[in-house]
C-alpha cells in the first residue's frame, strides 16, 4: 500500500534555531516528491518539488533531500521564523495515470519567540 | 506560480440548505481539478476529481448525490453541497495542475464551511 509517513507530529522550537522535518514513503515508483507549507485556516503553498532523480533542492530558507534508495525525504528549515509556524506536508505523486497524490499527515511547526 | 482562487472563504448556512464553492484556475487551464476534505488536524483527504466536460469521480465512501462537482470550463469547478448537515463542518480545498498529469499541484486558498 502506497502511504506517506512523517515525523514528528509535531515540533516546537525557538525563533532562528534550525529544525529537519523527516518524510518515508513506501510509493513506488514515483514521479515526484512535494513539500507544501499550510498556514492554519489557508490551503497548502508549493515550497519544493523533486523528482525521482533529484537530490536536493532549495527555496530560500527551506531545503529539501530526497533519497530514493532509502525512501526518505527531509525539509530542513535554517534560521527559523515565527511565519514559519504552520503545518508542513510531504506529498508524493505516484507514477501512474491517476493523477492522485498521496499525503503526509503533516508536521505542525511551532516557532516562538 | 500559478494561481488557483477558490471562493468563498468561509460560509455559515443552515441545515437543509445547499452550498456551492467554485474553484478557478485563473492563469491556465486545468482539465482536471481535485477536491479535498480536511478536518481539523489531518492531513487532505481527497474526495472526487473533478473532469472537464464529464462526470466526476468519486473516492470510495464520498455520496456523490451529496456532494456535486461541475466541470464545466477549463478553468472553473464548482463543489455543491446539497442539503447541508452539521456533520459537513469541514474545510474543502480544491487544486488544479497545468498540464495533463499533476505534475505540480496548485491549491486552492480553502472554504470553511460552518453549517449550523
Known amino acids: 500500500k502506497n502511504q506517506v509517513e512523517q515525523s514528528p507530529q509535531s515540533l516546537i522550537i525557538l525563533e532562528g534555531k534550525n529544525c529537519t522535518l523527516q518524510?518515508?514513503?513506501?510509493?513506488?515508483?514515483?514521479?515526484?516528491l512535494r513539500w507544501y507549507k499550510q498556514d492554519t485556516g489557508r490551503g497548502p503553498v508549493s515550497l519544493t518539488i523533486?523528482?525521482?532523480?533529484?537530490n536536493t533542492k532549495s527555496n530560500g530558507r527551506y531545503t529539501a533531500t530526497l533519497d530514493a534508495d532509502t525512501k526518505q525525504s527531509s525539509l530542513h528549515i535554517t534560521a527559523s521564523q515565527l511565519s514559519d509556524s504552520a503545518s508542513y506536508i510531504c506529498?508524493?505523486?505516484?507514477?501512474?495515470?491517476?493523477?492522485?497524490?498521496?499525503f503526509g499527515s503533516g508536521t505542525r511547526l511551532l516557532v516562538r519567540p | 506560480g500559478a494561481v488557483v482562487s477558490q471562493h468563498p472563504s468561509r460560509v455559515i448556512c443552515k441545515s437543509g440548505t445547499s452550498v456551492k464553492i467554485e474553484c478557478r484556475s485563473l492563469d491556465f487551464q486545468a482539465t482536471t481539478m481535485f477536491w479535498y476534505r480536511q478536518f481539523p488536524k489531518q492531513s487532505l483527504m481527497l474526495m472526487a476529481t473533478?473532469?472537464?466536460?464529464?462526470?466526476?469521480?468519486?473516492e470510495q465512501g464520498v455520496e456523490k448525490d451529496k456532494f456535486l462537482i461541475n466541470h464545466a470550463s477549463l478553468t472553473l469547478s464548482t463543489l455543491t453541497v446539497t442539503s447541508a448537515h452539521p456533520e459537513d463542518s469541514s474545510f474543502y480545498i480544491c487544486?488544479?495542475?497545468?498540464?495533463?498529469?499533476?505534475?505540480?499541484?496548485?491549491f486552492g486558498q480553502g472554504t470553511r464551511l460552518t453549517v449550523v
Open positions: 523533486m523528482t525521482f532523480s533529484e
Open positions: 473533478s473532469n472537464e466536460g464529464s462526470k466526476a469521480t468519486y
Open positions: 518524510c518515508n514513503y513506501t510509493v513506488s515508483p514515483f514521479s515526484n
Open positions: 506529498v508524493v505523486r505516484p507514477m501512474d495515470s491517476s493523477y492522485k497524490l498521496i
Open positions: 487544486s488544479a495542475s497545468p498540464g495533463k498529469w499533476n505534475t505540480e499541484a496548485f
